[in-house]
């Protein structure tokens, strides 16, 4: 069994053959693996789309009925296709996507690494969750090919900045929350708003061009170095498949403000693993993440700004405090410093492959797999 | 006659008594304002929609064709509802939001304040449109109320941040840019694919919040301070109708690199006003940006990020060299210091109502008046 049993059942978008894409679950038994047609099982108009949106619009109770229902139909069979006939396709149309920063330990890396005679930390960072937006135009499904980027660099020494590809081209693991519900404007969802607005969770890959985002982000943030690209998995896992995942988070010290709730702190005890061409070069913990996700959503929202269905956030980089769990290529390389896996990478070479993995653990099977973010890296276009 | 004769023809979206939203297209004539409704006098579905969008992703020979079609149509007379009849809703489902920072003027007048012992532009600032993702949630039409955004703030004095409704809201009078051809992944837009991919402008008013992105800001960018409400206007002003508004740029040192088109850069003298509870305390001009709509568009992609339909840009806040022209409250008031206007304002007071209004040249008639943006302040939610 490969973790996708009845405990887990996490939603994609399939198609067949060059035919419609419809809403499908996943799930294996001892046959196989297979993909559960959900509109020709139900019959429901808002599993005949091309995306989750119709169906995550519907709010937590049809989700929380649905899964009854799904695990239902998995158990007697039927309306399924084998999942190697399958094709997946980017399972939300995202509205807006919104990168966080949560991890202290990559806060701390990348803080040493580029203000080494400074504070590792903003003064603001363990005040709040720092965020920005993202591109969601450009978020694409596991398995797309991801050009090199082309832009400006300028290394500190240089007298003027040049064009050119990427010369540190790097990935970020990180976890991604999909909303369903939406939110009116004007009203801050509550930090025990969570499972109200998060349908559940996706591996996301924030590709990051290292040379373009060091000369472009003071004073307004990343913006070309991470707009080219974003993957994430096929498969969303409802928040209701990880029930068992939660954890305490480690201590904020100071303590919070009052929104973003003081003692109702509880991360998700999600193991990743990042894999570069076969090898696998690190194992970040989301465990010891140091922002929620319930504080990241309710600072997202704290002033009014209101949540679409189909809104896209992540964790930021994931990174532990070992050498080996760092979350990207710039830490696991101390910025381009200490070669590391068994060919001595630095950032990303063209044909690379990267594939990162999650898991969690479940009650009933032991450990859920989560959807796996793959991608190689073409060359620059010329 | 108020601008809006048939050299001018801006597209938005209306609705009568509660009705469907359709495309309309606004004009005058001796005897009043008008909404010309497309769909009743064409029978176009593009048109039997709540969104230009449709409308927009035909491309720009239908845009021409259209335009006009639209010009016989209106000098026929029929298919109209007078304007005072019908209600306006945003015209475009925005897709990805992004703004720029592209004046000169306001670029160094906020360094000079923000970094008082440093360079008022950071290194980059000459290099490159410097530009950010926003909301695309939060775009809201022309007449939306504002509510006053809380969050945290930290003055440099205070021990520790707080929580509370922003002390420092303010507007930004910008330019937005409405693409209608999409471009795909990986394929930048040269510097000359400006008429290709946009559509037309909308006047913009990015709503800040001043002291919670000071706190926030480093080093990933604005946030909050931002994400809460962006105006546009209701009417979409075609690029067809701003033929005689393009001028040269002011010079650009150093010159931009090649993919940036140097010696082909052409702004658009496009006059604001902006109107602060019935008097007008700033004038700025447009055609003192420093980079222009087409340099932004081809920055934007020349990392390979794709377009979308509904995609927006928007300029920055528009500020000139002198004082009275100046397109943000912080730098009328210089960072409150110096209060402006008949009863001495810094920054936004609950119940003030800003207009920001645009005008541009025309051959035929000497001026049109572009779509204004209203927005009225209020109290924070409790």
Redesign the interface.
């Known amino acids: 069994m490969t973790g996708f049993g009845l405990d887990h059942l996490p939603y994609g978008v399939f198609s067949v053959s060059g035919g419609p894409r419809r809403v499908g679950v996943r799930y294996e038994d001892e046959a196989g693996d297979w993909v559960l047609d959900l509109f020709a099982a139900t019959g429901r108009p808002e599993f005949d789309t091309p995306s989750l949106n119709a169906f995550l619009a519907l709010g937590a109770e049809v989700w929380r009925q649905t899964r009854d229902e799904v695990r239902a139909l998995a158990e007697d069979g039927g309306h399924t296709v084998p999942l190697d006939d399958v094709t997946l396709h980017l399972p939300v149309e995202v ?2 996507y ?1 990168d966080f ?1 949560a991890s202290l330990d990559h806060a701390t890396n990348v803080g040493r690494m580029f203000r080494p005679d400074g504070d590792a930390l ?3 960072w363990r ?2 969750p ?9 978020v ?1 499904v596991s398995g797309t090919p991801v ?1 090199r ?4 660099r ?1 290394a500190p020494d240089d007298p ?4 050119g590809p990427s010369q540190r081209l790097d990935i970020e693991a990180e976890l991604g929350f999909v909303v369903g519900t939406p939110s009116p ?3 801050p969802v509550p930090v025990t708003g969570l499972a109200d607005h998060v349908f559940g969770v996706t591996g996301l890959n924030d590709w990051s ?1 290292r040379d ?1 985002q060091a ?11 991470k ?3 974003t993957s994430i998995s096929p498969w969303v896992t409802p928040l209701a498949a990880l029930d068992a995942a939660w954890v305490d988070l480690p201590a904020q010290d ?1 303590e919070p ?3 973003l709730g003081p003692g109702a702190t509880k991360g998700l005890d999600i193991d990743v693993e990042i894999e570069l061409n076969g090898e696998v070069v690190s194992r970040p913990p989301y465990r010891t993440m140091y922002w929620s996700p319930a504080q990241m959503l309710a ?2 929202t ?7 269905t189909g ?1 896209l956030f992540a964790s930021g980089t994931i990174s532990g405090p070992e050498p080996g769990q760092r979350g990207s290529f710039l830490e696991l390389s101390w910025g381009g410093a200490e070669p590391f896996g068994a060919d001595g990478h630095t950032f990303l070479r063209d044909g690379d492959v990267v594939v990162l993995r999650y898991s969690a653990p479940s009650v009933a099977s032991g450990r859920l797999t989560l959807g796996e973010v793959a991608g190689r890296v073409e060359p620059a ?1 010329s």
């Open positions: 509205a807006d919104v920063y903003t003064p603001n005040h709040l720092i965020g920005y937006h993202g591109r969601a135009g450009t694409v050009t980027p082309s832009g400006q300028k003027a900045p040049t064009f404007p004007g009203v061009a373009i000369w472009e982000y003071v004073p307004l943030g990343p913006f070309l170095g707009s080219f690209a100071p403000l009052p929104y600072h997202l704290v002033n009014g700004a209101s949540l679409r809104d276009r």
